[in-house]
């Protein structure tokens, strides 16, 4: 009952808050259209450059056999600028450029084998598929003259393949679009420990800057009734705001111009259903890791700092899987943050779910909560976080 | 009743090399009977507060023994707050909530029905004349706005031991007024009064009891009376500063609330 009234008295003053409460809302209704936008627009980007099949050739009148096999390979054939490598290194250049020498063809036609040099720069990951493209023409080139010249010698072609490769990817589908979406779980996580983090201040810090704490412990409530009452307005502020989040990455979706990102991702009810029953946890946690760390804050700046550390461990630790390749590691599940993004990419791969994975991160979120929660009890009774200036 | 009995308290204060010990409390023993009200009279760093808060359970004793209404402070916290209404120098509203919400939240704390801490706050407003304030967001009010929710706050239980903290703190001489007609009403229904002050007229206007506190320790215990003969001044004042100036000398007690 204590607990209600303190929850009640929290909700009441968090949605007085209206500044903070309207910026919560904007970022979280925004946060999905502005990433799906983005992404789809970088990945509609990358398919149409790499439809294209455009090609830079420095002085392409100096070598017009392998402009000619580049053309009758369906590829558009572009005279390279001149400061084309200031232009890669830029960025503002991404596809490959081919630098033949300038006896290419004299040297072609005595059938020595003259150095073509392909230039690019893959330190910009959008440049990537473009620059595979290139690398697949020259070597389609190469092959296609080599096995010309065998041919007039008599030989048979086959000599050349000692082996014939077969491409079998174990990739589930949908993954390989999905290598990017990454960012949706990563910004969902943000939300859920960035979206209450005023309130989370605001009912611990807060009480003691504005010397209301010290007037509260005087009555005869129980610490772990205050803490619960604040914690549960936290959980509520911090899920109303990622239940805005997924439903504007929901209705982003439906107006992805990417057909390409749109096909290799699911990111339906069923899918928003299951962010939720990762999120609520992961909320949870975050909740009470928010409070007891801004408890130890002095005033509303000071405990922000703290806020802000936490913040910044759980989005780094939800990019891991993007650098370690861990990928269904089971004790993955078990690290909070990293767990929430494995499980969220599983689903938006499509991939089915197991029990672990269901349920294993919500275990250790649910007992970090309560250790929190517990210390927060303890911590509100002593007497340097009371009187602590 | 209220007995604090050779009470000691010290705080460690820095970090590392710079770590120091404070004696905030070095002896202080009293006792404030029902029906009465009592002072503590100190000069600033006395160790009033120090001593209140103890007695509000926040802070914790290394030495003696404090009893509200024959509770056990230390044993039983929750049930010596429960009998207590303290009004601490940390006064903080919630400024997005009206006083009235401000009030009504510590009542609910408390477990008083809905209809009762109503009531008691019609009272409350009506003796403190701070109807005009219930239903505003506090956020902006004076000091002495503030003082008054925040005392209708530590009051709206009706408690039976009452401890302020230096109360008439930014109120004006009405607000001043209603609050030495609220306390005096109190004492007469048997409340336990205690409150901390370094105003000498407040404690001639009011206080039955006074304790004398300097440097830690409790001095001197009395009416203004048996203070001003123990001695030897005409006035209060006089009689305040020769006590403080010789705070080594051991407390002496003298008869009980007149």
């Given amino acids: 009952m204590i607990v209600l009234h303190v929850f009640r008295k929290e909700l009441l ?45 420095v002085a392409p009148e100096q070598s017009p056999t392998l402009v000619n096999f580049l053309l009758r390979s369906g590829a558009q054939v572009e005279q ?36 073509v040099e392909m230039v690019f720069d893959d330190s910009y990951t959008r440049a990537i598929p473009m620059i595979e493209t290139t690398r697949r023409l020259l070597s389609g080139f190469n092959h296609e003259l080599g096995v010309l010249r065998v041919f007039a010698r008599g030989v048979s072609p086959q000599v050349l393949e000692a082996i014939e490769v077969q491409n079998r990817n174990l990739a589930p589908a949908q993954a390989n679009g999905a290598r990017l979406l990454f960012v949706i779980p990563w910004v969902a996580l943000t939300i859920a420990v960035f979206g209450a983090y005023s309130v989370a201040i605001d009912t611990t810090a ?42 504007g990455f929901l209705l982003s979706m439906r107006f992805i111009s990417s057909e390409t990102f749109a096909a290799q991702m699911r990111l339906q009810w069923r899918e928003i259903l299951i962010f939720c029953w990762v999120l609520v946890p ?74 672990s994975d269901m349920f294993l991160p919500a275990v250790t979120c649910t007992a970090i909560t309560l250790l929190c929660l517990g210390m927060q009890a303890r911590l509100l009774r002593r007497e340097t976080i009371i009187f602590g200036k | ?81 429960a009998s207590m209404g303290t009004l601490s120098d940390s006064r903080g509203l919630y400024g997005r909530l009206t006083g009235r919400e401000n009030v009504t939240y510590y009542a609910r704390l408390r477990g008083m029905p809905v209809a009762l801490a109503d009531e008691r706050l019609r009272d409350l407003s009506a ?88 440097q830690g320790r409790s001095i001197a215990e009395g009416t203004a009376a048996e203070l001003r003969e123990q001695s030897g001044r005409d006035t209060l004042e006089d009689a305040f500063v020769a006590l403080a100036m010789n705070a080594a000398t051991p407390p002496r007690n003298a008869g009980d609330c007149a």
């Fill in chain 1, 13 to 57: 003053d968090a949605l007085r808050d209206r500044r903070s409460w309207a910026v919560a809302l904007v970022i979280a209704f925004l946060s999905g259209p502005v990433v799906f936008s983005v992404m789809s627009r970088l990945i509609s980007d990358d398919e149409a450059r790499v439809a294209e099949r455009k090609v830079m050739v």
């Fill in chain 1, 80 to 115: 390279a600028p001149a400061e084309y490598e200031a232009a890669l290194r830029a960025g503002t250049l991404l596809n490959a450029v081919i630098v033949p020498p300038i006896d290419f063809e004299s040297r072609l036609a005595l059938g020595e084998v003259p150095g």
């Fill in chain 1, 206 to 247: 807060g009480e003691r800057e504005r010397g209301s704490l010290e007037p509260l412990l005087m009555t005869p409530v129980a610490t772990r009734a205050l803490a619960a009452g604040k914690w549960a307005v936290v959980v509520v502020y911090s899920m109303a705001i990622v239940a805005l989040t997924l439903m």
């Fill in chain 1, 282 to 355: 992961f909320t949870a946690m975050t909740s009470a890791v928010n409070m007891l760390a801004a408890t130890f804050g002095r005033n509303f700046k000071e405990a922000q700092t703290y806020v802000t550390y936490i913040a910044l461990a759980v989005q780094s630790t939800a990019v891991a899987p993007v650098v370690m390749s861990t990928r269904d590691a089971l004790w993955q599940l078990l690290v909070p943050a990293l767990a929430q993004t494995a499980v969220m990419m599983k689903a938006l791969r499509g991939e089915p779910l197991s029990p």
């Fill in chain 2, 1 to 81: 009743m209220i007995e604090v009995e050779s009470l000691a308290k010290s705080f460690q204060i820095g970090r590392g090399a710079n770590r120091q010990t404070v004696i905030a409390v070095h002896d202080v023993s009293f006792r404030a009977e029902d029906g009465c009200i009592t002072a503590l009279l100190g000069p600033n760093g006395a160790g009033k507060t120090t001593t209140l808060r103890v007695l509000s359970t926040l802070v914790h004793a290394d030495r003696g023994r404090v009893a509200v209404g024959g509770i056990d402070v230390e044993a039983q916290p929750e049930a010596a707050r």
């Fill in chain 2, 127 to 214: 003796l403190l004349d701070m109807a005009s304030l219930l239903d505003r967001p506090t956020a902006g009010f004076s000091s002495g706005e503030q003082m008054k929710i925040a005392l209708a706050r530590a009051l709206i239980h009706d408690p039976k031991h009452i401890i302020l903290d230096e109360p008439t703190n930014g109120l004006d001489v009405m607000s001043t007024r209603a609050l030495r007609r609220l306390l005096l009403a109190l004492r007469d229904r048997g409340k336990c009064i205690l409150f901390s002050t370094h105003i000498m007229q407040e404690v001639e206007a009011l206080c039955d009891r006074i304790v004398v506190m300097a």
